[in-house]
């Protein structure tokens, strides 16, 4: 045989072996990807995460007594030592400490654990309060919140969160973000801090107050002189601070009455950053609001040139006049803050 037939069998026999291995080799990627198709959906399975948070919980003496009362109820939020899975470490400070020693208190105490001494979480402490109102007889114009260190943070975290959940809070040696303070507006704030403070400068509380107090001038804060980072321990024996504590409740707007000519000043259309218009009407009932997609509702009148929408929604609107005193535009704060123009 010539050289050139050899060439020529070989090279037909090499295609021949290529096309009938490409052939197996796609039999066997689609019998894989069916294969592996059949398997992903025989193996899906209905599962569930459950997250689990343990609290310590002291009931108030009388409470089992009566099934009609409702008590307050007050979160305590550990430092980061106290984190973990050893529920016995929450009882190292504060509250829980002073109710293992015997103390009494007249309220439900809460003192949730963090599994890692990081953070608290918002979200998942708001989900514990839900739970533990459903659970429990709690007075809902009562509920307050404090922590140290770590829970100080959590503590005004937490409530610039949510805020209207809290008639007061009483965060100690903490810090947060001073952009968020004026939802706390409407929120009764007693700070204490050390002066010599080395884990956690007294500047991070200091600051925190100053932002409150621009939206929320009733904002108290102590500072201990001669106190380091356990401004805690003077704070939580001092029976004042939980007659304070007490003391306050749930915000609530009040309604005020508003001069019909004023109101007509207000009256306009309106357009927000997103584009969204509002008109602001006046008729025998007051002031109203029509957003362009929903149904007009009143503006009650909480104080110059403030309104609200219900009496226990933490939701402003509150109107701004020029220096030639004329109403051009009003914020609306709720969660976030919103800016309307006249147009």
């Not at 009562?142 to 949510?162: C, P």
């Amino acid at each position: 045989m010539g050289s050139n037939k050899k060439i020529a069998i070989f090279l037909l026999t090499s295609i021949y072996s290529m096309q009938k291995a490409k052939h197996y080799l796609f039999l066997f990627l689609i019998a894989g990807l069916c294969a592996n198709g059949l398997t992903a959906s025989a193996q899906q399975t209905p599962e569930k995460f459950i997250r689990e948070t343990d609290y310590l919980l002291a009931l108030p003496d009388g409470y089992d007594k009566d099934s009609t009362q409702h008590w307050p109820l007050v979160i305590f939020l550990h430092g980061s030592g106290e984190s973990g899975t050893d529920l016995e470490k929450v009882k190292t400070h504060g509250p829980p400490k002073l109710v293992a020693a015997g103390k009494k208190f007249p309220f439900i105490l809460v003192s949730p654990q963090a599994q890692h001494p990081f953070d608290w979480e918002p979200d998942n402490l708001y989900h514990l309060l839900v739970y533990i109102k459903q659970k429990y007889r709690v007075e809902e114009n009562r509920i307050y919140l404090t922590g140290l260190s770590m829970g100080g943070f959590g503590a005004w975290a937490l409530a610039m969160k949510y805020p209207g959940v809290f008639a007061a809070i009483i965060p100690i040696c903490g810090g947060g973000d001073t952009t968020e303070t004026w939802k706390l507006r409407h929120t009764a704030v007693w700070c204490f801090h050390g002066a010599l403070d080395q884990v956690v400068p007294v500047a991070r509380d200091s600051q925190m107050v100053n932002a409150a107090r621009l939206n929320n001038p009733s904002v108290k804060f102590t500072v201990y002189p001669d106190a380091d980072h356990n401004s805690w321990e003077r704070t939580y024996n001092n029976d004042s601070v939980y007659e304070w504590m007490l003391a306050q409740t749930k915000f609530t707007y009040k309604e005020v009455s508003v001069d019909p000519a004023r109101l007509k000043e207000y009256a306009g259309t309106y357009i927000g950053q997103q584009g969204d218009t509002v008109v602001i009407s006046t008729d025998k009932d007051g002031l109203h609001a029509a957003p362009k997609t929903h149904k007009a509702f009143l503006l009650r009148s909480f104080g110059k040139d403030v309104f609200f929408v219900d009496e226990h929604m933490p939701v402003d609107v509150k109107f701004i006049r020029t220096p030639k005193g004329k109403y051009n535009s009003f914020w609306v704060l709720e969660q976030t803050k919103n800016y309307y123009r006249r147009i």
